[in-house]
T-cell receptor, first 108, second 115 residues
């Protein structure tokens, strides 16, 4: 079955430490992969997508087709990065398939 | 510009009752999506409207769920009768076109609690 796996439900790091949120996907075609973020008391919003290959708020994610992974990384975590992060892919049909989400806590 | 809005923000009902959730997409967005997050689980796709037509309703869990988008503007999602397992957060999202599916703008969600 097509799905997205985020193995860590909770991740805690100290401010200034590197952070990596893992995401693996299983999809037979060529999906478009995304990371969404939901900060406390805010709505879900797009953080970045693999096609654009851009860095948003210091976060980057590289699509590794061999490992079917799309891990989200940031070299120096900030307290304001604390949030719920969802990895997702979109098919040509438009609907998104999400992982379970990872709650990131950045401690001072 | 107003974003996607959802009403109510929170609903508590008893098992067997009916609840109707509403979503107002961003003006001009033809694509409207409903998703659901059950406690501790992933956000799951429910269905997708293109204007007033159901493009994909493969995620609807059963026939107790009925979604409509009359006139291609706002959408409603009715649960009748509600069961305990229907509890969760229901998200609505809209996007301007299928070519720009990454531009899915999400609403704040409706938290449904069935007791």
């Amino acid at each position: 079955a097509q799905r997205v796996t985020q193995p860590e439900k909770l991740l805690s790091v100290f401010k200034g430490a590197p952070v990596e949120l893992k995401c693996n996907y299983s999809y037979s075609g060529s999906p478009e992969l995304f990371w969404y973020v939901q900060y406390s008391r805010q709505r879900l919003q797009l953080l970045l997508r693999h096609i654009s290959r851009e860095s948003i708020k210091g976060f980057t994610a590289d699509l590794n087709k061999g490992e079917t992974s799309f891990h989200l990384k940031k070299p120096f975590a900030q307290e304001e990065d604390s949030a719920m992060y969802y990895c997702a892919y979109n098919t040509n049909a438009g609907k998104s398939t999400f992982g379970d989400g990872t709650t990131l806590t950045v401690k001072p | 510009e107003a974003g996607v809005t959802q009403f109510p923000s929170h609903s508590v009902i008893e098992k067997g009752q009916t609840v109707t959730l509403r979503c107002d997409p961003i003006s001009g967005h033809d694509n409207l999506y409903w998703y659901r997050r059950v406690m501790g689980k992933e956000i799951k796709f429910l269905l997708h409207f293109v204007k007033e037509s159901k493009q994909d309703e493969s995620g609807m869990p059963n026939n107790r769920f009925l979604a409509e988008r009359t006139g291609g503007t706002y959408s409603t999602l009715k649960v009748q009768p509600a069961e305990l397992e229907d509890s969760g957060v229901y998200f609505c999202a809209s996007s301007p076109s299928l070519d720009r599916v990454y531009e899915q703008y999400f609403g704040p969600g409706t938290r449904l609690t069935v007791t």
